[in-house]
T-cell receptor, first 111, second 114 residues
Framework: EDQVTQSPEALRLQEGESSSLNCSYTVSGLRGLFWYRQDPGKGPEFLFTLYSAGEEKEKERLKATLTKKESFLHITAPKPEDSATYLCAVQAPSSASKIIFGSGTRLSIRP | DAGVTQSPTHLIKTRGQQVTLRCSPKSGHDTVSWYQQALGQGPQFIFQYYEEEERQRGNFPDRFSGHQFPNYSSELNVNALLLGDSALYLC?????????????FGPGTRLTVL
């Protein structure tokens, strides 16, 4: 069964303290891996799509990487406004058009 | 360019009632997906509509039904509401072409069932 697991569930960092969020997945033939940011009470905001192992994408203080079994979202010198829940999701041929989400990592950045 | 819009923002219903949620996709998008998100969980796929047909369905009972209109907007209907249906309902739109599954989400409708 296709599955997505994110860790840690919650992460508290000091402003400027870099770290990484993990997303491990078990799918048969990954078609795409997605990262979203979600603020409380709002819909997820699209960040990145990764398609193949070795691929990397960057946006401001965020960098997403992909291997054959997991993806990392690296946050460099975070600011309080980076506080949010970060969701990872995958699409596999076995699930056709369905996207499977992990439970997310709640990131809190203290000033 | 307007993004994905959803209405209403909040809704309170009682058990056994029926509810209809609405979604307008982002301009240029032709595919609409619906998700249910319980507190502290990731979104769960309900179903997807393309060309006014249900393209795929997740593990949700038949009480959950939908519709897509010729202008690509969509409705989600839930009958015989249960307390467990309380959640944030998210609509996401995409274009059925490369990159196929880059979905953009609306702000959601918060449904509370009492």
């Amino acid at each position: 069964e296709d599955q997505v697991t994110q860790s840690p569930e919650a992460l508290r960092l000091q402003e400027g303290e870099s770290s990484s969020l993990n997303c491990s997945y078990t799918v048969s033939g990954l078609r795409g891996l997605f990262w979203y940011r979600q603020d409380p009470g709002k819909g997820p905001e699209f960040l990145f799509t990764l398609y193949s192992a070795g691929e990397e994408k960057e946006k401001e203080r965020l960098k997403a990487t992909l291997t054959k079994k997991e993806s990392f979202l690296h946050i460099t010198a975070p600011k309080p406004e980076d506080s949010a829940t970060y969701l990872c999701a995958v699409q596999a041929p076995s699930s056709a058009s369905k996207i499977i989400f992990g439970s997310g990592t709640r990131l809190s950045i203290r000033p | 360019d307007a993004g994905v819009t959803q209405s209403p923002t909040h809704l309170i219903k009682t058990r056994g009632q029926q509810v209809t949620l609405r979604c307008s996709p982002k301009s240029g998008h032709d595919t609409v997906s619906w998700y249910q998100q319980a507190l502290g969980q990731g979104p769960q796929f309900i179903f997807q509509y393309y060309e006014e047909e249900e393209r795929q369905r997740g593990n949700f009972p038949d009480r959950f039904s939908g519709h897509q209109f010729p202008n690509y907007s969509s409705e989600l209907n839930v009958n015989a509401l249960l307390l467990g249906d309380s959640a944030l309902y998210l609509c996401a739109s995409s274009f059925l072409g490369p990159p196929e599954m880059e979905q953009f989400f609306g702000p959601g409708t918060r449904l509370t069932v009492l």
